[in-house]
C-alpha cells in the first residue's frame, strides 16, 4: 500500500515538473509587446510581398502569409540571460513583424529533440534551436532538410555538418573574456593581484571567461591571488572573499565570473572596510549585464560588466527576410562591455537583462 | 524407541540459550510420518524457540536433530528447506505483487531452468491436485488470506517437504476458511507429510490433531495423544497445575455492589480487534478477564481505552453516555491502561524515569501547561520512593531498568493520574515474585481506595487472589464470569477449556 | 577534576561529545597550521560601522542560516525518523516570497520588511504543513515525501518572481544581512541567537520537547498514552518552516539579491550533517538543539579552514565529506561500544596493577 502511494507520488511529482516545463511554453499564446524591437519598416515589407493587392497596410489582414517559426530552446527559468533570449525572440518573431511563432522549451535535449519533430511535422518554413546538448541532432536536422525547412542554430552550436543548417548565430564566449581582459590591460595599474572567481567548473560560460585571465597568470603579467570556483554561488563567492581578506593578503582585483558572484564578491568587501568600484581600491569586474549590476556600474560601485548577448532574433531575422546565404555559416553575436565610467541610463534600458 | 522407524523427525535434548535466559532445556520432540501434531505452551514456553531452532533461524546450544533417522546439521533456513522442513509464517511471507506460480517457484534453484509457461502449467497442477481455488497465473494479492496461505502451502509441498510447521495458520482465517485449509491439511497427511501445528485455539487442536506436545517453562511437561488428554487437562498441564492442586485455592472474598454504583458500562463495544461485547465495573471492584493468549482477553481491554479502532457499542461512565474513540477520550474520563506489551506499548526506552512517569500527567494536563521540573522531580522522587522503584536515579533511561522495576514507572505513570479506573494487562508478566506480590497489594489497595481495576494475567492463581469476579474468554468471544463460589481454579479451567470439557471430570 | 576528566573520556559530555571533539580537532589543527587564523580585528566597514572581522567571525556568521535550519531540521528528525530534504528549495521560496512583498511597495521600509518577513513565514509553514501532512497523516517516508518539494521547489521560486536575479537595496536589508549600525557583531549571528534562545522558551513552555522525543522513541507508547503522534510531527514540520523562512530570509539580505537557482543550495546535505555531527540520532529520538548548532559551527569551520588553506573549492567537498565519515564513524554504536569495552578494560587492568602493588 505503501508502495503503491510512494510511486503515485512519485508520479505527481514527475507531471507536477512536465506542467513546469509546459507553463513557460504558454508564451506561444501571449500577446508580445513588440515596441522596443519591433520594425515597422520591414512589417510592411512582408505584408507587400504577401499582398494581393486588396488590403496592402493592415498586417493583421496578412495573417495566412505568416512566415511560421519554429523555435526550440531552454526555458526562461535558466537563467536571466536565457530570459531575456526568450523575450527577445518573442518580439521579434510578433505577428506584427509577419511571423506566427511557436515555441518549445526545455533542458533534455530528448525533449527538444520530440518538439524539433513535433515542429518538422507541423510545417514551419523555419526551425531555430538552442540546444541543450550538441549531440543527438543529425536525424532531426536531416528530417527538415527533407522537408524543405531551414535551420538556424542560435546560442549553441551542435556537432553536425554545416550543410544541415543555414546559420548559426553564436556568442564566441572567449572573445568575451578576451575583451574582458583587454579592458583590464588597458586600466594600466601598476600590479594585478586578482581574486578570480569561477562559475560552475566546465560550462561554456566559464570556460570562455577563465581563459583570458589564466593567459594573463601564465605570462606573469597578473598574479593569482586566489582562483576558486563558487559555482555560480553567490554565497560561496562572499566566503572565497573573505577567506582571502581573512589571511592578510593583498588584493586589487576581483574577476567574477557572472554578476551575482561579484555582488557576494562585494558584499565581502563592504563588511571589511574594503573599497571598490571607480577610485576604490579594488576592481570589481562582473559579467551578463543585468540591469542591476549595470546600475552598480553607474552608481561607480563597480568597475566592469562583461555581456555574452542574448540578442540573436534580429540578426536570424534579417536573414530570414533578405533570403540571402550569409557570407560564413557562423556568425559571432557582438559582445559588449561596460566601463562604469562611460555607462549611461540609455545602455541600461537597451542592454540591460531581467527586470 | 519402537517407534524410531516410523518417526519421521526426531529432536533429542535440545537446549537453546539466551544471554541470562535458558529458553529449551532438555526438549525432545518427535514427529511421525503422515500425523499432526500440536506444539502447545503458554507465551514463553519455548514453541516458538524450538521451531526456530529447527528451521533454522536460531543455532541449537545442544541437542540433535535427525530426520528419517540421518542425523542432520541445520545451520541456516536453507539447510532446514534441502532436509524437508518447510514453513508457513502466521503472515504471509510470499510477495503480494507477483503470481501465484512465480510465488511457488521463486527463490528456487530449479526456477532458472524452468520456461514461464512451463512452471505455470506446473504450478496450476499442484493447485488441482490439492484442491486450492487458485489460478497460476493470478497475482497473489487478489487471492484471500486463507488461499495465500494454501499458495504457501502448495510451495512447500512442491518443494518435497515431509515436515511442514504451520505457525498459527488460522488466526487470520474465519471459519469457513479454517475448515478449507484443515481438509488441505488432511490430505497432506494422506500423502505422508508430518505436520506440525502451532496454535493458541484449543478446539482447532482437537479437531485436527492426532497428538499434542505441551512445553512449559522451556521444558517438555510431556507428548500425548489427543484423545487421551481431555481439554481441561490440556489447559493444566499448559498452565503447570495439576486439577487437585486447583481445587484448594480460595477465592478473594465476595463484595457486594450496588447497581447505582458502576462506574463503567460498555454494551456491545467493539473494536477492529474485538467482537461486540458487554462489560461493566463497579466503583472500587476489582474483575479480571481471563482466557488463554489470543482469546481477545487483551483486545476486549484495549477497546474500553479506545486503544483500537472503535467499530461499534455504547459506553457509559458513571451511567452518562460517553464517547471513548482514542486513548486521550479515556483519559479524561478517568481510565488508565498498562498495556499488556511493555516494551511496545509501554516504555520510551531512552528517556529518563522521571519523563516516564510524568509523561501521562503531562498529556492530560496539555501541550501548553508542561509540568515544571522542580514539580517533575518530586513526582518522580515521591512514586520511586511509594512503589520501591530500583534506580540509580530518576535521570537514568527507563531502559536500563528490569522488567519488573520497568513496570513500576509504568504504573506509576497511570498512578499519578489519579484514574478512577485502572486496566492492567498482564502487569506482572516477566517479574520476579516479590515484584508480582507488590503489585497484587498494591491492585488490593486501590480498590479499597475506590478505584475499579480491571486485572488480566496469564496466571489465574493470581487472577483469584486479587479479582471478586472474572469474565471467561474463548475464541475471541465471553464465554462465561465467574463469581463467588465459582471463583475457582477448576471452575476456571473448565470454563476456559470450554468444549466437553464439563463431561470429562 | 580528575573525575571530571575521566567523565569526559567516557562520554562524559554525553551526546555533545562528538561536535566538542570535532571543534576542538579543527582548532588544535589550526593552531598549528597557522595561530593567526584565529586573529579577531576590528575594522571600519563601507558604512563606516566598527565592526569585527576575521576567520572566527567568517565561520560563525556564514553558519547563521545552516545553524537555524539545523534546529528545525533536529525536530523532525527526533519526530519523525527522518530528514526533510527540501529546506534548501523552501528557504528558495520563501526568500522569494520575502523580496516580492518588498518589491511590491514603493519603498521598503520597517514596516515592509516585518510584513514582508510574516508573509515569507507563513509560505514557509504552509509548505512544511504539505510534507508535514504526507509524512505525519500518510505515512510517507520523510526523505521520499520532501522530494517533491525538493524536486520542484526552486521551479516555485521562479515564478514568485519571474526573474532569475532580483536585488532589493534597502539599509534595512543590509542591516539584517550584515551589521546593524553601532552593534559589531554581523546580524546573522544576532538572529540565530535569538532563534536559539525561542526554541529554549517553546521547550520551556509546551511540552513540545517531551512529547517529541516520546513520538520519535515510541510512537505505539506515545498514543496509548494519548499524544497525538499525527499532530506532533506536523508540528515539527511546520517548526521547520519558520527555521527555512528565516534562513531564507538571512540568504536573501546577506547579498541584497534573490537568486532563485543557488539560494542555499544543497544545504540540506549540511544540514541533516549537522544533526548527526551534534550527536543526534537520525533515527529519530532524543535530540539536542545545541549539539546540532555546534555542528552547523564545525561545518563550516571546515569549510573556512580549508579555503584558508586554499585547497581549491571543488576539492572542499571532497575533504568534508573525509572528515564527516570519520565524525559519524567515531560516533557509531559500534565504535562507542568498542570504546567502552576499551575503557574498562583499561580501568580492571589498572585495578589489579593497583590491587598488586598492595
Redesign the interface.
Known amino acids: 500500500m505503501r508502495k503503491r502511494l510512494v510511486s503515485m507520488i512519485m508520479a505527481g511529482t514527475l507531471a507536477m515538473s512536465m506542467a513546469l516545463t509546459g507553463c513557460t511554453s504558454g508564451g506561444d499564446t501571449t500577446p508580445v509587446d513588440t515596441g522596443s524591437t519591433g520594425d515597422t519598416g520591414e512589417t510592411t515589407e512582408v505584408a507587400d510581398t504577401g499582398d494581393t493587392g486588396e488590403t496592402a497596410d493592415a498586417p493583421v489582414e496578412a495573417s495566412g502569409e505568416l512566415i511560421k517559426v519554429g523555435v526550440v530552446n531552454n526555458p526562461p527559468s535558466e537563467s536571466g540571460y536565457r530570459e531575456a533570449n526568450v523575450k527577445d525572440m518573442e518580439a521579434v518573431f510578433s505577428e506584427a513583424n509577419g511571423y506566427e511563432l511557436k515555441t518549445s522549451y526545455s533542458l533534455k535535449n530528448d525533449e527538444q529533440l520530440q518538439a524539433a519533430q513535433g515542429f518538422i511535422t507541423e510545417g514551419v518554413d523555419y526551425l531555430l534551436i538552442s540546444a541543450a546538448e550538441t549531440t543527438g541532432w543529425d536525424e532531426v536536422l536531416k528530417k527538415a532538410q527533407e522537408a524543405g525547412i531551414k535551420v538556424y542554430l542560435f546560442d549553441r552550436m551542435i556537432d553536425v555538418d554545416e550543410s544541415l543548417y543555414e546559420a548559426a548565430v553564436v556568442s564566441d564566449m572567449a572573445a568575451e573574456g578576451d575583451t574582458a581582459v583587454q579592458w583590464l590591460l588597458d586600466q594600466n595599474l601598476d600590479e594585478y593581484n586578482v581574486i578570480h572567481i569561477q562559475g560552475a567548473m566546465g560550462s561554456d560560460a566559464q570556460i570562455g571567461r577563465t581563459g583570458a585571465l589564466d593567459e594573463q597568470f601564465a605570462s606573469g603579467k597578473m598574479n593569482k591571488v586566489v582562483q576558486q570556483t563558487a559555482t555560480w554561488d553567490e554565497a560561496e563567492a562572499k566566503k572565497i572573499v573573505e577567506s582571502v581578506i581573512n589571511s592578510g593578503e593583498s588584493f586589487n582585483v576581483i574577476y567574477a565570473e557572472n554578476d551575482g558572484m561579484a555582488k557576494g564578491a562585494v558584499a565581502a568587501l563592504d563588511e571589511a572596510g574594503i573599497t571598490h568600484g571607480v577610485g576604490g581600491d579594488v576592481i570589481v569586474m562582473g559579467f551578463d549585464c543585468n540591469k542591476w549590476a549595470l546600475r552598480e556600474l553607474l552608481d561607480g560601485k563597480w568597475n566592469y560588466d562583461g555581456q555574452c548577448s542574448p540578442f540573436q532574433a534580429q540578426i536570424i531575422s534579417d536573414l530570414i527576410k533578405s533570403g540571402e546565404a550569409p557570407a560564413s555559416k557562423k556568425i559571432i553575436n557582438e559582445e559588449k562591455g561596460f566601463d562604469a565610467t562611460t555607462i549611461t541610463q540609455a545602455d541600461i534600458d537597451t542592454y540591460g537583462l531581467g527586470e | 524407541m519402537q517407534e524410531q522407524e516410523h518417526s519421521l523427525l526426531e529432536m533429542r535434548h535440545i537446549n537453546k540459550l539466551f544471554p541470562g535466559v535458558k529458553a529449551l532445556s532438555d526438549v525432545d520432540f518427535t514427529l511421525r510420518k503422515g500425523e499432526v501434531h500440536a506444539l502447545m505452551g503458554e507465551n514463553g514456553a519455548g514453541k516458538s524457540t524450538l521451531i526456530k531452532v529447527l528451521t533454522g533461524v536460531y543455532q541449537n546450544d545442544g541437542g540433535e536433530i535427525s530426520v528419517d533417522g540421518v542425523k542432520i546439521n541445520i545451520r541456516s533456513p536453507q539447510d532446514a528447506q534441502n532436509n524437508g522442513i518447510s514453513t508457513v509464517y502466521q503472515e504471509i511471507t510470499l510477495c503480494p505483487n507477483l503470481t501465484v506460480a512465480e510465488n511457488m517457484f521463486i527463490g528456487r534453484e530449479d526456477s532458472f531452468l524452468v520456461a514461464h509457461k512451463n512452471y505455470e502449467k506446473r504450478a496450476d497442477k499442484i493447485l488441482g491436485e490439492l484442491g486450492i481455488p487458485a489460478r497460476s497465473t493470478q497475482i497473489l494479492g487478489s487471492c484471500s488470506l486463507a488461499v495465500q496461505q494454501m499458495v504457501a502451502i502448495a510451495r512447500a509441498v512442491d518443494m518435497k517437504c515431509k515436515v511442514l510447521i504451520l505457525d498459527e495458520p488460522t488466526s487470520s482465517l474465519d471459519d469457513k476458511e479454517v475448515k478449507v485449509l484443515f481438509d488441505l491439511m488432511r490430505d497432506l497427511k494422506g500423502r505422508g507429510v508430518g505436520i506440525i501445528f502451532v496454535t493458541h485455539f484449543l478446539e482447532q487442536v482437537y479437531e485436527i490433531c492426532d497428538r499434542i506436545t505441551v512445553l512449559r517453562n522451556g521444558e517438555l511437561v510431556g507428548e500425548y495423544l489427543t484423545e487421551e488428554l481431555p481439554q481441561v487437562q490440556l489447559v493444566a498441564k499448559m498452565i503447570g497445575k495439576d486439577l487437585d492442586e486447583l481445587s484448594s485455592f480460595e477465592g478473594v472474598e465476595e463484595k457486594h455492589f450496588d447497581d447505582s454504583d458502576i462506574f463503567y458500562e460498555a454494551s456491545s463495544l467493539s473494536s477492529s480487534d474485538a467482537l461486540p461485547f458487554d462489560f461493566a465495573i463497579h466503583k472500587g471492584e476489582v474483575n479480571g478477564f481471563t482466557g488463554l493468549l489470543g482469546s481477545g482477553r487483551s483486545e476486549s481491554v484495549r477497546a474500553i481505552f479506545g486503544a483500537d479502532k472503535i467499530n461499534g457499542g455504547t459506553v457509559k461512565i458513571k451511567g452518562e453516555p460517553v464517547k471513548i474513540t482514542k486513548p486521550i477520550d479515556a483519559m479524561k474520563h478517568g481510565i488508565g491502561y498498562l498495556a499488556e506489551d511493555r516494551k511496545r506499548d509501554g516504555i520510551i526506552a531512552d528517556l529518563s524515569v522521571r519523563e516516564n512517569i510524568i509523561l501521562a500527567l503531562q498529556v492530560m494536563k496539555g501541550f501548553f501547561r508542561p509540568i515544571s521540573r522542580s514539580e517533575a522531580e518530586s513526582f518522580a522522587d515521591e512514586y520511586i520512593k511509594v512503589l520501591n522503584i530500583k534506580t540509580a536515579s530518576r535521570e537514568t533511561p527507563i531502559g536500563s531498568l528490569s522488567g519488573g522495576n520497568q513496570q513500576k514507572v509504568i504504573l506509576a505513570r497511570w498512578l499519578l493520574t489519579h484514574p478512577d479506573y485502572l486496566i492492567l494487562d498482564e502487569p506482572t508478566r516477566g517479574i520476579d515474585v516479590g515484584t508480582k506480590l507488590e503489585i497484587q497489594k498494591l491492585v488490593l489497595k486501590l480498590a479499597e481506595d475506590g478505584v475499579s481495576v480491571t486485572f488480566i494475567s496469564s496466571e489465574i492463581e493470581e487472577m483469584l487472589r486479587t479479582c471478586s469476579r472474572l469474565i471467561v474468554m474463548r475464541d475471541r468471544h465471553v464465554v462465561g464470569e465467574l463469581k463467588g463460589a465459582d471463583l475457582n481454579q477448576t471452575q476456571v479451567m473448565k470454563t476456559i477449556a470450554g468444549g466437553e470439557a464439563a463431561n470429562e471430570e | 577534576m580528575k573525575n571530571k576528566i575521566t567523565n569526559i573520556f567516557k562520554g562524559g559530555f554525553g551526546q555533545l561529545t562528538i561536535p566538542i571533539v570535532a571543534i576542538c580537532m579543527l582548532v588544535i589543527f589550526n593552531l598549528f597550521r597557522d595561530p593567526?587564523?584565529f586573529s579577531v580585528g576590528i575594522?571600519?566597514?563601507?558604512?563606516g560601522n566598527i565592526?569585527l572581522?576575521?576567520?572566527l567571525i567568517?565561520i560563525i556568521n556564514?553558519a547563521s542560516e545552516l545553524a537555524v535550519l539545523a534546529m528545525g531540521m533536529t525536530l523532525v528528525t527526533a519526530a519523525c525518523a527522518g530528514q526533510d530534504i527540501s529546506v534548501g528549495a523552501a528557504a528558495a521560496i520563501a526568500g522569494s516570497a520575502f523580496v516580492k512583498v518588498l518589491k511590491s511597495g514603493p519603498e521598503i521600509t520597517g514596516f515592509s520588511v516585518i510584513l514582508a518577513f510574516i508573509i515569507a513565514c507563513c509560505v514557509a509553514m504552509i509548505f512544511g504543513a504539505f510534507n508535514g501532512t504526507?509524512v505525519s497523516v500518510?505515512?510517507?517516508?520523510p526523505m521520499?515525501?520532501t522530494?517533491?518539494l525538493f524536486?520542484?521547489g526552486r521551479?516555485i521560486a521562479?515564478w514568485i518572481n519571474g526573474?532569475?536575479?532580483?536585488?532589493v537595496d534597502s539599509p534595512i536589508i543590509k542591516a539584517i544581512?550584515?551589521?546593524i549600525p553601532g552593534i559589531p557583531v554581523?546580524t546573522p549571528v544576532l538572529i540565530v541567537i535569538v532563534v536559539a534562545i525561542i526554541f529554549k522558551l517553546v521547550f520551556?513552555?509546551?511540552?513540545?520537547e517531551?512529547?517529541t522525543?516520546?513520538v520519535g522513541?515510541?510512537g505505539?507508547?506515545?498514543?496509548?498514552?494519548?499524544?497525538?503522534a499525527t499532530f506532533i510531527r506536523l508540528l515539527t514540520f511546520v517548526i521547520l518552516g519558520v527555521c527555512v523562512a528565516v534562513a531564507g530570509i538571512i540568504?536573501v539580505s546577506?547579498?541584497?539579491?534573490i537568486?532563485h537557482?543557488?539560494?542555499?543550495?544543497d544545504v540540506e546535505m549540511d544540514a541533516i550533517l549537522a544533526v548527526a555531527i551534534g550527536g543526534n540520532n537520525l533515527g529519530g529520538?532524543?535530540f539536542k538543539i545545541s549539539g546540532s548548532i555546534i555542528g552547523a559551527y564545525v561545518i563550516h569551520m571546515l569549510?573556512?579552514t580549508l579555503?584558508?588553506m586554499?585547497v581549491?573549492?571543488?576539492d572542499v567537498k571532497a575533504y568534508k565529506a573525509i572528515v564527516i565519515v570519520i565524525l559519524v564513524v567515531i560516533g557509531s554504536p559500534v565504535i562507542k561500544s568498542k570504546f567502552t569495552k576499551f575503557m574498562t578494560q583499561m580501568k580492571n587492568r589498572k585495578q589489579e596493577v593497583a590491587m598488586k602493588g598492595n
Open positions: 593567526s587564523f575594522t571600519h566597514n563601507n558604512d565592526v572581522a576575521g576567520n567568517s556564514a504526507l500518510f505515512n510517507i517516508q521520499i515525501a522530494l517533491i524536486t520542484c521551479s521562479y526573474g532569475a536575479s532580483v536585488p544581512g550584515s551589521f554581523p520551556h513552555f509546551t511540552s513540545l517531551l512529547f522525543q516520546s522513541i515510541n505505539s507508547a506515545s498514543r496509548l498514552n494519548g499524544i497525538n540568504g546577506r547579498l541584497g539579491l537568486n537557482e543557488t539560494l542555499l543550495l529520538g532524543k569549510t573556512v579555503y584558508a586554499k581549491p573549492s571543488t
